[in-house]
């Protein structure tokens, strides 16, 4: 599903990572670990087509990373406390998403179904400005699911859930097990549940 060969991202003279080669079968889970500042955030912005790599290529589901099949195919939630659409309610935030991957019809049923799913029916219509980080996360991996991508890519997820909604992400991940995943995480338990793990080192 996702393919990395000899990727190499600098910025400057300064190189985040470099000779990268990653193979993620269909259904793994992958735990992207590492200090701060090595390079995390960066690596998933170039999985995701939102930041070019320097050299090197990667694919998702034999598409190159950035393409129009590819994003398709991608469920991005990186910074989940963020990037929202403050004025907009947690649902309407949803549905924004729903819109541009779904028909029409689809919309209202599979953000009401997210809704559920993690817990979101008691703010749904609340303005994202006035929820809670932990509530705004929810709202970010909702967005990241819904059209049901091939490969969900998740910048620390579980930094501002709580015990009970990080265990609702998990149910959310384990009910769909053909859901390709890397995780950067700090969190252990994120590290228990996944079946490989990449750890980046920081530039010296």
């Not at 129009?68 to 939630?77: F, H, K, M």
Request: overall charge positive; aromatic content about 2%; some cysteine.
């Amino acid at each position: 599903m996702l393919t990395v060969r000899r990727a190499q991202r600098r910025f400057g003279r300064r190189v985040i990572f470099t000779d990268l080669d990653l193979d993620v079968a269909a259904g793994a889970r992958v735990f992207l670990g590492g200090s701060n500042g090595s390079g995390k955030t960066t690596l998933l912005r170039c999985l995701s087509g939102t930041l070019a790599l320097s050299t090197g290529q990667a694919t998702v589901g034999g598409h190159p990373v950035g393409s129009l099949p590819a994003r398709r195919l991608t469920g991005v939630c990186l910074a989940p406390e963020q990037g929202l659409y403050e004025k907009l309610s947690a649902r309407e935030n949803v549905a924004l998403v729903a819109r541009l991957r779904l028909p029409r019809r689809a919309v209202a049923p599979a953000v009401a179904g997210l809704e559920e799913e993690l817990d979101l029916t008691g703010y749904a219509t609340v303005p994202v400005e006035r929820c809670s980080a932990g509530m705004r996360a929810r709202v970010s991996i909702a967005r990241a699911l819904v059209g049901g991508p091939a490969l969900l890519l998740l910048d620390e997820p579980s930094r501002s859930l709580d015990d009970p909604s990080r265990l609702l992400l998990w149910q959310a991940l384990d009910r769909r097990p053909e859901l390709t995943c890397v995780i950067a995480s700090h969190h252990a338990d994120d590290r228990r549940r996944c079946q490989s793990a990449l750890t980046l080192a920081a530039a010296a």
